[in-house]
């Protein structure tokens, strides 16, 4: 261990000493079965009486997050509906009880739908997570910690992150208690986990049955978004109309008129942006400065076409334009996955025209840092300061964790642009995470994307067949603002 200065660098060291006789017992374990054994499990273990849990010891407390504030949580809890679920446990014709999965998506019927919808989802991810219980292993001291081997943890089977929970029963006892372990570290194969005082200091190598559990707060920051998106109105989730407002930008509205909707930028109105991108195209010009302008507001404005088209390269330069033109602006930037999200901050930072001070990457609390190019670091955020993350121009951020800005009480309307690329491949709920904090008739929101590529990644087959096609892909077809 070196201790230099107030930060400590470590390396947990194991040795194992294998006794030949017990070595021929298997503890390493396997997974218990097949999707469908997953779901006769659930379904058993679902309609078990309320098991007595006796909870962990959270990261927060003694480890690498010590030092991080916890978020005020003010997420409601939103739990699935036991008649949801006992519907789909007896394979039920669930539009029979849920008609609102066969109506079409309304602005009236909105909430109900997507919350019901995203209760689905989670059914199947909590059927889907039983694939990977493991009966009767045991788990061997390392350090501090518990550690219990999983086997297929580097490919993602089961994913575990730091602060997942992993659930023990003892399975010649299924009245008795379900300890629960709080995952503080992860090896390549090995999950560290500490429980409760007791369970930790007197385990002796017991075997128990292993459950994986997932963290929920995704899924609750969708049904929150679900339940906030009305309030931005009819005319953002389902335009029809379009209320041209005054351009946003002085020096193309000097003589105070309104650009026909349906024309393309006028090139001397192009002219007097100075494009810090050189090699746009006449398209992407015309979409920078319509972007500028904000004369939609707070009708999405739409950015769509095939992979290799330049809407990143749009994007970056609105971005740009709108932290030099707009002195009073505050941008959003999103998108569905970590990698595109540093795509995005990587092109701005390479403009050599934003300082450390202007932008921040906000990085989910469990995001392996070390994955970050050296070039992002300088802009990276964690658990550490994220209430700073007001306090910049622009925030870089996947649509998921933009759901933190919410518990650091920042109000809607803080950010006056909502911008999330690859749009397509994110659900409607998760894009409204971000688009909800603008909050108000005066906020612009701008969706890039490709509807004809394959959309987000959805588990339950009645989401996949009924779970309305993201906002970008509606207002596509309906050919109304491109
Ligand atoms: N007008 C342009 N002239 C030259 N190269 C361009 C232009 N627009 C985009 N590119 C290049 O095309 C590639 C793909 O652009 P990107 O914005 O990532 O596309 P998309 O986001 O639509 O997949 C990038 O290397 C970008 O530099
Ligand atoms: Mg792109």
Same mark, same amino acid.
């Given at each position: 261990m070196i201790n230099k200065g107030s930060g400590k660098i470590g390396r947990y060291l194991t040795a194992e000493v294998i006794d030949?006789?017990?070595?021929?017992?298997? !503890?390493?374990?396997?997974?218990?079965?097949?999707?469908?054994?997953? @779901?006769?499990?659930?379904?058993?273990?679902?309609?078990?009486?309320?098991?007595?849990?006796?909870?962990?010891?959270?990261?927060? &407390?003694?480890?690498? @997050?010590?030092?991080r504030k916890f978020l005020p949580n003010k997420l409601k809890q939103y739990p699935v509906p036991t008649p949801l679920r006992e519907c789909i446990m007896e394979n039920d014709y669930i539009e029979d009880n849920y008609p609102v999965? %066969?109506?079409?998506?309304?602005?009236?019927?909105?909430?109900?739908?997507?919350?019901?919808?995203? !209760?689905?989802?989670?059914?199947?991810?909590?059927?889907?997570?039983?694939? @990977?219980?493991?009966?009767?292993?045991?788990?061997?001291?390392?350090?501090?910690?518990?550690?219990?081997?999983?086997?297929?943890?580097?490919?993602?089977?089961?994913?575990?992150?730091?602060?997942?929970?992993v659930m023990l029963t003892d399975p010649g006892d299924p009245d008795g208690p379900c300890y629960e372990g709080c995952v503080h570290e992860l090896l390549k194969d090995e999950v560290l986990m500490k429980f409760n005082k007791t369970f930790q200091d007197y385990y002796t190598g017991k075997d128990y049955d292993a459950m994986f559990t997932f963290n929920r707060a995704p899924v609750r920051r969708c049904h929150q978004s679900a339940e906030f998106?009305? &309030?931005?109105?009819?005319?953002?989730? @389902?335009?029809?109309?379009?209320?041209?407002?005054?351009? &946003?930008?002085?020096?193309?509205?000097?003589?105070? %008129?309104? %650009?026909?909707? !349906?024309t393309s930028p006028s090139k001397s109105q192009q002219k007097r942006i100075n494009y810090y991108n050189k090699s746009l195209n006449a398209r992407q010009r015309a979409a920078v400065t319509r972007i500028l302008e904000g004369q939609c507001r707070p009708v999405p404005y739409i950015l769509f076409g095939p992979p290799g088209t330049g809407k990143t390269v749009t994007v970056v330069e609105s971005i740009l334009q709108i932290l030099h033109k707009i002195p009073s602006s505050r941008v959003l930037a999103c998108t569905p996955s970590n990698s595109a999200a540093d795509l995005i901050a990587e092109r701005i930072h390479e403009s050599g025209l934003v300082k450390t001070t202007d932008m921040v990457r906000l990085n989910a609390r469990n995001r392996n840092l070390e994955v970050i190019s050296e070039c992002l670091k300088p802009y990276c955020l964690n658990g550490d300061d994220l209430d700073t993350a007001s306090h910049y121009r622009i925030v870089v951020c996947t649509c998921v964790s933009a759901g933190v800005l919410y518990s650091l009480g920042i109000k809607a309307g803080h950010f006056t642009h909502v911008i999330i690329d690859e749009a397509g491949q994110a659900t409607e709920p998760e894009c409204l995470i971000s688009i909800c904090l603008i909050g108000d008739e005066t906020g612009q929101i701008v969706l890039a994307g490709d509807p004809m590529q394959l959309g987000a990644v959805l588990r339950s087959k009645y989401s996949k067949r009924i779970w309305p096609r993201i906002i970008i892909s509606r207002k596509v077809d309906e050919q109304t603002f491109v």
């Open positions: 030949p006789y017990m070595s021929m017992v298997n !503890h390493t374990g396997s997974y218990t079965g097949t999707r469908s054994e997953a @779901f006769n499990r659930y379904r058993t273990s679902s309609r078990s009486a309320e098991t007595w849990r006796i909870a962990g010891e959270r990261p927060s &407390q003694n480890s690498k @997050f010590a030092k999965l %066969t109506e079409e998506v309304t602005f009236e019927n909105y909430t109900q739908k997507f919350d019901t919808l995203i !209760h689905l989802e989670e059914i199947q991810m909590e059927i889907d997570i039983r694939e @990977f219980d493991l009966e009767r292993v045991c788990m061997r001291r390392i350090g501090e910690y518990l550690g219990l081997k999983v086997p297929g943890l580097a490919e993602g089977r089961p994913s575990v992150l730091i602060g997942d929970r998106a009305v &309030q931005l109105g009819e005319n953002v989730l @389902f335009p029809t109309v379009l209320m041209p407002k005054m351009s &946003q930008l002085r020096s193309l509205s000097q003589s105070a %008129t309104v %650009t026909p909707l !349906h």
